[in-house]
């Protein structure tokens, strides 16, 4: 015998899945899950929020209590990176196992929180520096994207990989990770779980390389401007360049912020390009769509803008404004804040499933491309910086 619950939900299903007029299958979520999806939605900036102030908390205190210490060394040179994305995989774990994690996913929102701290960085960068540093930026950005896509490109289709796997894959290594992947993605109709693969991916070898590559500037004796610029071309995330950069100081952070905004500027070319491949030459159809000023205007990444835009307010600011660098000290703080947020959300946002539903191709092609941006990058950064001098 039915009971009346099991009624209603049986109810719910058939509501859920009615179909339409057309004879196509309408899908709508039951009004009670869509109603509870923006509370979990808070539910997980709230937790982001907690693990961020967590984050601060340990940034501040350990170097005191570890002082008179034999980690006293150790604890001063951790910064808030490292915390906030210890803390954020701990978390990660912690929501995975009592099955909340992906209902909370929709508050880790680590490209807005990121966007918003690199634009408030801006406001810190001279607007001397920007302006200095764009040449060989573009520069290097420009070799650098070429170099490693068709590395990548080439090596990919050596090994058999899918056509759009392929142009995630490039393009993720190439330019900027995971905002790279997801544009790439759009311009090519990628499947979401090639996207998974590639964004698993991205996580996976930016993380060692936060800790890696300043380890590495220091055993090479680089300045602090080409380790930036090495930093800046050679990692793949925006927020792991934050962090990486923040390691060595703030000089190395202003020019590996630089170089990799560059990089991103990039990726609207990159994605009319492959829009234009895919559409005239991969998926060519009759009728099909050919690349617009539209299509390279969406895929833009438009926080460039507001990081340049900051620059300029944030250089007249302490230029006219009586204690304008209080203010902008002010504004340091608050990236600080929204950093801690992002790298918090990157540990959230983990997930070993899709790296291993890739298998091992991807995971050959991406690593190489990984060792040639190294190398380009370095090569790059020395020729093109090594006499680079911050203004004062």
Known sequence: MKTRDSDERNAAVETESAPRADGATKVEAAPARRSSAPAWAAAGVAVVIVLGGLTR??????????????????????????????????????LTRTGVR???????????????????????????????????????GLLLITAVFSFSWW???????????RALLSAAVSICGVSAAIAAAGAVQAKREQLAYAASLVIVFALPSIFLLPWLAGVF???????????????????????????????????????????????????????????????RRPGSARPSIGDFWERFPKFVL?????????????????????????????????????FVSIGLEFSAKGLRDAGWRPVVVFGSATVVNIVVALGLATVLFGNFELPQ
């Open 57 to 94: 908390f340990l940034e501040q205190n350990v170097p005191d209590w570890a002082e008179g210490g034999p980690f006293e060394r150790v604890a001063g040179a951790i910064e808030f990176p490292v915390y906030a994305i210890a803390i954020g995989l701990l978390g990660n774990l912690v």
């Open 102 to 140: 992906d209902k909370l996913s929709g508050g880790f929102r680590t490209e807005f929180f990121i966007k918003t701290g690199l634009v408030l960085l801006g406001a810190s960068i001279n607007l001397t520096v920007l302006a200095t540093a764009a040449g060989p930026a573009i520069l290097q």
């Open 155 to 165: 090596f990919g289709g050596k090994l058999g990989l899918d056509e759009k796997l």
């Open 221 to 283: 004796g680089l300045s602090d401007v080409v380790a930036g610029a090495w930093i800046g071309g050679n990692i793949d995330t925006t927020a792991a360049v934050a962090a990486s950069g923040a390691i060595l100081g703030d000089d190395a952070l202003q020019i590996a912020t630089i170089v990799k905004t560059t990089q991103n500027a990039l990726i609207g070319f990159v994605a009319v390009g492959l829009t234009a491949y895919f559409a005239l030459k991969v998926e």
């Open 306 to 342: 507001g990081f340049i835009a900051a620059s300029i307010i944030g250089t007249l600011w302490v230029k006219f404004v009586d204690d304008g660098k209080a203010d902008i000290s002010t504004i340091n703080d608050l990236r600080t804040w929204f950093l801690i947020f992002a």
